[in-house]
């Protein structure tokens, strides 16, 4: 790429001017990834995620010297955020509601690295899908999130139901399972990620948990049904972590989900090649909604809890 200009750019964005200040600055120091590759990023991949931070009450983290140093959660959309930054209140919260690309380049260059987003869009109190986080004690026991995964893909096979899987860009992985618009509650969804992680429970007890102190699960893997719920995040497809190996929460198709996976395959630097050369595993997710056949899996559960 040659080396980065150190004076601010003016970008013009969709007609929109977004300033990129100290583009040299280094952001992930053991990787060599500086500001403006990390905007060049989110450029590349900014039609695979703006689909999934449409319309979301967005949480971010923000990292302003880098990963390794300080970060902090923000919420409330700053004063100084230009006019293109679209804006929804919640809770008291004036949050920042990611639309387009020129906001997208705008929070990179204010060092917004991990895009954190509801399960339902700000128009509706249904959520948009399920989610279920596998979240084994270390990347050490990254395979029992991959055991954990390929049942439960066994069990929505057998129900019919479309299921989408990423990283999590740490050490786990993260299944989403798509719904019907304005059809299933997020108490429903509970009935159905109740299910999903007793069931796995029940299989192999040495294996999973839903303990939630983390002194008390041992080796296995937390299968967290409780986090999909209102009000709760979860870290957007293609979000970068701020970790120092700057992963990514990355979408993968089912047949890579398996013994030879591992996290730290999907680095920042790698995700643009990767989805010229296998394509967006997301591509169908959200077609798959209005044909997921999830409303009798959940009137089933709900005789079966009378």
């Known amino acids: ?13 969709n007609g929109e001017v977004v300033t990129l200040t100290s583009p040299d600055k280094p952001l992930w120091p053991e ?4 500001k403006v590759e990390y905007i060049n ?25 880098g990963v390794g140093d300080e970060r902090f959660y923000q ?4 004063d100084y955020a230009p006019p293109f930054v679209n804006t929804v209140k919640e809770d008291d919260i004036n949050y920042i509601v990611c639309n387009n690309l020129p906001t997208l380049l705008w929070l990179g260059n204010q060092l917004a690295f991990e895009f954190h987003i509801p399960y339902r ?32 893909k ?26 019907p618009d304005g059809k299933v509650t997020f108490d429903e969804s509970r009935l159905f990620t109740e299910f999903l992680a007793h069931y796995l429970i029940q299989q192999e007890p040495k294996w999973f948990t839903i303990e939630r ?10 299968v967290d049904y409780i986090q999909h719920a209102e009000g709760k995040t979860i870290i957007a497809p293609y979000s970068v972590r701020g970790n120092e190996d700057a992963l990514v929460a990355t979408p993968l198709h089912w ?8 996290p730290e395959m999907f680095p920042l630097n790698v995700i643009n090649d990767r989805v010229k050369d296998v394509g967006d595993p997301f591509k169908d997710f959200f077609k798959a909604k209005s044909n997921q056949p999830i409303l009798p899996v959940i009137k089933a559960l709900k005789e079966k809890s009378l």
Do not use: W
Request: charged share 20%; glycine share 4%; aromatic share 8%.
């Open 255 to 262: 047949h890579e989900v398996n013994q030879s996976l591992r």
């Open 75 to 78: 919420k409330n959309c700053p």
């Open 213 to 222: 102190l983390k002194k008390n699960r041992g080796n296995r893997c937390y």
């Open 31 to 34: 990787l060599h990834i500086v």
């Open 154 to 179: 066994e069990i929505c096979d057998k129900l019919n139901l479309s299921t989408f899987i990423k990283t999590s860009g740490n050490k786990g992985m993260q299944i989403y399972i798509p719904l």
């Open 1 to 13: 790429m040659g080396k980065p200009a150190k004076e601010p750019l003016n970008l013009n964005v």
């Open 121 to 152: 869009t700000s128009s509706t109190s249904y959520p948009s899908e399920i989610v279920m986080d596998l979240d084994p004690p270390s990347r050490n026991e990254f395979q029992l999130s991959v055991e954990a995964a390929i049942m439960i």
């Open 41 to 65: 990023y989110l450029t590349q991949l900014a039609p695979y995620m703006l689909p999934f931070l449409r319309d979301r009450a967005l949480t971010v983290i923000r990292y302003p010297h």
